[in-house]
């Protein structure tokens, strides 16, 4: 089962309070293409208890070939270690871009525990497997050679995006993403979704989880077509998206619009 997208209305649990958990991934924190105004503002408006930090968090990869670091990425740093000195349980969950981070597995840096993956429990006792998800990517496997090709063509589709929407913005239209636009059309066609997917279905088995929360592959999502829950957090590049836990442990996927988040999809529960 597959849930309601573009539902226009606030999330319900910051209506109830400070949300139970946050789960957000694929900030890419050092690229330029790190939509980070709209992520202060976001974590600035929502507290949590525990906020799950899930892969590229950081761009390793970009900052290895051009040194970019603004005066806001180390805002976004500093508010999630004060988070941590606040009560606020912090778990950095490396990916393929911070994969340096790897290393630290076990460590509490500045008070954020750095792990390799963790079995999150929701209020409802329900168990997820929380993972960046890079691992479970074949495509990976089958065109290692071609990431670093992939990734300079990703940059400039991306250079491309932001100049268009400036664009539609000054014409008082809403943003659209080229980027997001191909990548969904290919891998709709090359069945990329649907293997990520099943392979992250398969590991929450394996540790006899209810579900799995991934990030990853950039696209927001949540259902249950797999005959497991499957959750991916989505990205702060293009689609501004996260994962909130309310108190009663329903799951939500939200967008962030500058103002406040849209609901874009609410787990379905019986009355």
Not at 47 to 63: K, P, S, T
Not at 234 to 248: H, L, M, N
Request: glycine share 8%.
């Amino acid at each position: 089962m597959r849930f309601d997208e573009d539902v226009q209305r606030s999330w319900l649990a910051r209506e109830q309070g400070d949300i139970r958990a946050l789960f957000l991934s694929d900030l890419h924190l050092g690229s330029r293409a790190c939509r980070s105004d709209q992520l202060l503002e976001f974590l600035r408006l929502n507290r949590a208890e525990v906020i799950y930090l899930v892969g590229d968090i950081v761009d390793g990869w970009r900052l290895r070939t051009s040194w970019y670091w603004p005066r806001a990425h180390d805002e976004i740093l500093r508010h999630l270690v004060d988070a941590a000195k606040q009560g606020t349980r912090v778990i950095y969950i490396p990916g393929n871009h911070d994969a340096f981070l790897r290393d630290f597995c076990g460590v509490h840096l500045a008070g954020i525990e750095v792990v390799d993956s963790i079995i999150h429990k929701a209020a409802d006792g329900r168990r997820y497997v929380v993972i960046h998800g890079d691992r479970f990517d074949r495509l990976i496997e089958r065109v290692r050679s071609l990431a670093p090709i992939a990734h300079r063509a990703n940059v400039m589709v991306l250079k491309i995006d932001s100049a268009f929407n400036r664009l539609r913005r000054f014409l008082g239209l809403p943003g659209w993403s080229a980027s997001q636009w191909v990548k969904h059309k290919f891998k709709i066609a090359s069945r990329y979704l649907v293997e990520f997917e099943t392979a992250l279905a398969d590991l929450a088995r394996q540790h006899a989880a209810d579900g799995v929360i991934c990030g990853h592959v950039h696209h927001a999502a949540m259902h249950d077509d797999l005959g497991i829950r499957y959750i991916n957090c989505g990205d702060w590049v293009e689609s501004c998206t996260a994962i909130g836990e309310d108190r009663q442990g329903r799951f939500e996927i939200l967008r962030w619009s500058g103002k406040e988040p849209i609901l874009l999809a609410a787990e379905a529960r019986a009355a």
